[in-house]
Nanobody, 126 residues
């Protein structure tokens, strides 16, 4: 049974930092792409960042580039999202997801992901 379990969300002031993590279990994820998405109230779920387990290639949404860093600890089957210089507009539920790559760039899209975590709330106060 595949499980993605996020943790580390919380409340932080604007300009602060927060790290969220996602532990993956239940199968081998070495060929997967791991993504972070977020969903604010009344908005669609949007891509934040992605990384592949095997080569460590990363990609980010323009809105978080330079502020967020995605990384993995393969020994712990864990994906991290380090969030710095947080803004109130970063407030959302953050979801971890795992994708078997479908085509080039498919990791940008929610429909391409095969497994999802339950989400963790991140709130940035102004």
């Amino acid at each position: 049974q595949v499980q993605l379990v996020e943790s580390g969300g919380g409340l932080v002031q604007a300009g602060g930092s927060l790290s969220v993590s996602c532990v993956a279990s239940g199968r081998t994820f070495s060929s997967f792409v791991m993504g972070w998405f977020r969903q604010a109230p009344g908005k669609e779920r949007e891509f934040v960042a992605a990384i592949n387990w095997s080569g460590g290639n990363t990609d980010y949404a323009d809105s978080v580039k330079g502020r967020f860093t995605i990384s993995t600890d393969n020994a712990k089957n864990t994906v991290y999202l380090q969030m710095d210089s947080l803004k109130p507009e970063d407030t959302a539920v953050y979801y971890c997801a795992a994708e078997i790559p479908k085509y080039s760039g498919s990791y940008y899209y929610t429909y391409s992901y095969d497994y999802w975590g339950q989400g963790t709330q991140v709130t940035v106060s102004s």
